[in-house]
């Protein structure tokens, strides 16, 4: 059984960090990448890693958050820093074994105070 499950969000003051953390099993993954949703927005593209450890980051990321893997234990890993209020959302794992992201977790929140 597939399960990507996340972890790590919660409440921080503007100019902070969080990491989070998401936990893969039941099946091989290529890339992972991390999406996410503030309320009344559409989904967003926050982050992703391949297998080679080849990273890609959203514009309004870039330069704050870092993407990594750990490929012995099927995690991966958002280190967030520098936070704003407008990264407030709920942040999604997602995994792909092919061309398209078809495994997410259910959502961890990230409350950014200003």
């Known amino acids: 059984q597939v399960q990507l499950v996340e972890s790590g969000g919660g409440l921080v003051q503007a100019g902070g960090s969080l990491r989070l953390s998401c936990a893969a099993s039941g099946r091989t993954f290529i890339s992972y990448g991390w999406f996410r949703q503030a309320p009344g927005k559409e989904r967003e593209f926050v982050a992703s890693?391949?297998?080679?450890?080849?990273?890609a980051y959203g514009d309004s990321v870039k330069g704050r958050f870092t993407i990594s893997r750990d490929n012995a234990k099927n995690t991966v890993y958002l280190q967030m820093n520098s936070l704003k209020p407008e990264d407030t959302a709920i942040y999604y794992c997602?995994?792909?074994?092919?061309?398209?992201?078809?495994?997410w977790g259910r959502g961890t929140q990230v409350t950014v105070s200003s």
């Open positions: 997602a995994a792909r074994a092919g061309q398209n992201y078809d495994s």
């Open positions: 890693i391949n297998w080679a450890r080849n990273s």
